[in-house]
């Protein structure tokens, strides 16, 4: 509740938009023919100049065309750039999310998203993800921008940390993971790449963790934001109730960086 009073009285957040169905995506695998490249560039520069003058409308509608031409991780975020004017940032956020997968270098994409998970109030993805753009290719425009959402980021970490020990069982440790959806009992997480930590053990109900180390866990923004990914949580479930399926998540890669901020953010 605090948060969403945070979020109402921050101007600039706004509700999610809904689905934009014009918003098509290119296939990524075929291979363009020299036509076709050539028309896509007189798109991307028909695009690049409708932005400019102010007409996102079109400068979407160009770079839509250009996209199922000859799709690019650049092509996405400056779509996505165009969808942030017209004050759509769940379509930016899906454009991001194309060029990501195209780049998973892609700071523009990156910080587009950034500033869509703004408009949103969704502080915590933000700060991750203009913290990753400005790491790969640093941009002084942004700077302020970075501070805030790191800032707002930071006191919902602690706003969550300060309801879970209001309303958690005072037994000596820390409940709050255990009040994440599928996070109350997880045997077989020791099993799993990074989580064979010294007491750690199978971490059924997170119970072997000392209590200030899971509250300095549990104030990371990173660990926060991961949790909330849906695929995250599913495999997290999933390892619950099938210890076995352990192994099929050691090189995937989320969960390889799920356990590398476990890691981190453990170290003394």
Request: with cysteine; charged share 25%; aromatic share 4%.
């Amino acid at each position: 509740e605090e948060e969403e009073e945070e979020e109402e009285m921050d101007a600039e957040v706004i509700p999610p938009d809904e689905d934009d169905p014009k918003q098509t995506f290119g296939d990524a695998a075929r291979e363009s023919s020299d036509a076709e490249m050539e028309l896509a560039a007189e798109a991307k520069m028909a695009a690049s100049e409708a932005l400019a003058s102010g007409e996102y409308e079109q400068a979407v509608e160009k770079y839509t065309a250009a996209v199922m031409l000859m799709p690019s991780a650049l092509v996405y975020a400056n779509r996505a750039n165009a969808y942030l004017k017209l004050s759509k940032p769940c379509a930016a956020i899906k454009d991001c999310d194309a060029a990501l997968t195209i780049n998973p270098d892609s700071a523009k994409a990156y910080k587009m998203r950034g500033k869509a998970n703004r408009m949103l109030g969704r502080w915590e993805a933000a700060a991750k993800d203009l913290g990753t753009g400005q790491r790969i290719d640093f941009d002084d425009s942004l700077y302020e921008l970075q501070k805030l959402v790191e800032e707002k980021a930071k006191r919902a970490a602690e706003r969550r940390q300060a309801k879970a020990k209001k309303t958690g069982p005072s037994t000596g440790t820390v409940p709050s993971m255990g009040g994440m959806p599928g996070m109350a009992g997880m045997p077989g997480m020791a099993g799993m790449p990074g989580m064979g930590m010294p007491g750690m053990g199978g971490m059924p109900g997170m119970g072997g963790v000392p209590p200030e180390l899971m509250q300095k866990l549990m104030s990371n923004p990173e660990v926060m934001s991961k949790m909330m990914n849906p695929k995250v949580m599913g495999a997290m479930q999933e390892v619950m109730q099938n210890p076995a399926a352990a192994a099929k998540y050691q090189t995937d890669p989320d969960m390889q960086e799920l356990f590398q901020i476990f890691q981190q953010a453990m170290a003394p």
